[in-house]
């Protein structure tokens, strides 16, 4: 059989299908909460959201058709463009909402911690890919931290803490499936009680009250109000919701940044509790298919390499929707596939093309 015959009986079908479904669903969601805007930013959310999702589809075939492997044995040049990134942000940083310096411009925006989720599976997989026979020793797992804390130290800095949380968990997914021993858990959850004050006192006045906020609401009114909207917003739409762009707190502008952070308290409103869970079930399927490319994959990199993308998928949908549904802190991470974000997009659909390079490579059963 041909090698391109083998590359299309490979390919994971099913979870492209789904991805694809997502984005389209994704584009009519940010039109729905996009209608009658007059900031020319927000009327042009729709035609970016589907140039950049053209873009990330084609990019899903060419990172398919890369072998991830070859991917791997770049990872120090990987590394360092990730790094130079990171620092261009402090230098040439374009500055957004609450003073966070977390984009770059090259003629189009970018937001380099969003490409650094992705160059940074590729680095650690291949890191923890040659040293998981030795995950017993206690100098390994803090190579592997070492290795991710100097991106992770840079996103921080921007200040980015949502991402910066991402890195973090992708990093201990990994190191678990590359062997992490029972008996470091313990030290590192000291290590964290002990580095909380510090972080406390380096995270900007913002990101300190959307905790406060989640502990206490009443402790400011203001940054309550969207919750709060956002809460009305998913209870008002019952069991089959009020339809497609009828939802009363996002059409009357009641709810506000309902076309990134809070665009599953929209789908909750105009689909209800039953377009909720099929959206969870379909992103659920997504990462299913990628956890199925780690268990077959054919060597621990690319193993590795699908449990690094199927944390970031899990971990941003579960605190995308745990902050619309007022169950977790607001940190602005974006709802995979669906929120409106060219980078955020495109770092999505690049994880889900390293995973299609692991699925087409796999081992013979």
Known sequence: MSRTGQFWRQFDFVLFGTTLLL???GVLMIRSATIG?????IINRVPDQIQYAVIGIVLVFVLAAIDYRTLG???????IIMVILLVLVQF???EGDGGAQRWINIGIRIQP????????IITLGYHLSQRYHQMHKLQAVFMSLLH??????LVFIQPNLGTTIVFMVIWLTMIWAAGLRLKHIGLFAIIVVVAAPVLWTQMQDYQKSRITTFINPESDPDAFYNILQSRIAVGSGGFVG????NGTQSQLRFLRVRHTDFIFSVIGEEFGFVGGIAVMGMIGLVIVR???????ASDALGSLICYGVAAIIFFQTVVSIGMNLSILPVTGLTLPFISSGGTSLLSILAGIGLAESVIVRRRRV
């Open 23 to 25: 984005i389209i669903f």
């Open 37 to 41: 805007a007059i900031d020319p930013d």
């Open 73 to 79: 044995g770049l990872h120090l040049w990987l590394y």
């Open 92 to 94: 040439v940083g374009v």
């Open 113 to 120: 911690s969003e490409i650094g989720k992705i160059l940074i």
């Open 148 to 153: 991710m804390s100097i991106p992770m130290g």
């Open 242 to 245: 009020k339809g497609y762009a």
């Open 290 to 296: 990628i956890l199925r490319g780690a268990r077959m």
